[in-house]
């Protein structure tokens, strides 16, 4: 089969936007298409610029022999705080108000267009700290760390509460949660990381960072390095010091009031250098 460019440029922009932060070689695209390395090469200029005009992402050749192409996402500034706004006009309904001055999120997590373009943002912001691996805390961070680490092509690691048969050998330490102050646990198995990784740890909410700087303790234990804390959401009213420092949150809650039922959310620190 004779595959036409237009054809080509199709089937090569899905195949890559599939494959992000992978270096493919021209010689899968000349193969799978039937057409020569020029040929191919001038495709990929042409959805190299679309990419970029777009915001979509950057499409960066590597020369030589065990050289290719690899696709790394990006967010231009105008999607972002588009996205940022959608989630925050969803998550500011009064109706969300639990008691307690807690808000449910569950339907949000559970979305997955959402998921995956809130997983973009922050493939986006974390696209060249080498990430080995997005680490989060079971239950409600499993859908943003799988969002994650979809755009930026690596291994999910979920941190549990107990421990379980299935998970073999496991390391466990005790940790203090910021909010609470009561001691927790916290258990992996011991064949989820790999000593040396750099791993993004992830979650829904954050207040104190009790359980940020949990997963940070468990990684000394596995000899790896947090390579960037990224929340969802981040508590205004923090009574006491924070125990995470760096960290890059897309919405801060500011406010909540059950009594009127009001929830003033602004948005986190995503598009200020460095996080805080």
């Not at 993004?200 to 947090?226: I, Q, R, S, Y």
Request: net charge negative; hydrophobic share 40%; aromatic share 6%.
């Amino acid at each position: 089969m004779k595959w036409k460019r237009s054809e080509r440029l199709v089937d090569m922009t899905q195949y890559l936007l599939a494959h992000p932060h992978t270096l493919i070689p021209l010689t899968h695209f000349s193969s799978a298409y039937d057409a020569a390395k020029s040929s191919i090469s001038e495709d990929l200029a042409i959805v190299k610029g679309t990419f970029e005009e777009q915001g979509t992402g950057r499409l960066i050749t590597v020369p030589g022999a065990a050289g290719g192409v690899k696709y790394i996402p990006d967010a231009g500034s105008k999607e972002a705080h588009e996205i940022i706004r959608d989630f925050m006009d969803a998550l500011s309904d009064p109706g969300r108000l639990l008691p307690g001055g807690y808000l449910f999120m569950t339907d949000l997590l559970g979305n997955p267009g959402l998921m995956d373009r809130i997983g973009r943002l922050f493939a986006a912001r974390y696209k060249d700290s080498e990430i080995d691996a997005i680490m989060t805390v079971a239950t409600k961070g499993i859908p943003i760390a799988h969002a994650i680490a979809r755009h930026l092509n690596v291994p999910v690691v979920v941190v549990r509460r107990d421990s379980k048969v299935t998970e073999g050998s496991t390391v466990s330490i005790n940790y203090v949660s910021g909010s609470s102050r009561r001691i927790q646990t916290m258990v992996l198995s011991k064949r989820s990381m790999q000593s040396g990784q750099r791993v993004l740890l992830t979650d829904d909410f954050m207040k104190v960072g009790g359980t940020m700087n949990g997963m940070k303790n468990l990684l000394a234990e596995f000899d790896c390095e947090p390579a960037g804390v990224a929340v969802l959401v981040e508590s205004e009213d923090v009574q006491e010091e924070r125990l995470v420092e760096d960290y890059v949150s897309l919405l801060r809650l500011r406010e909540v009031n059950e009594k009127e039922r009001t929830i003033e959310l602004v948005e986190g620190n995503y598009f200020r250098e460095g996080g805080n």
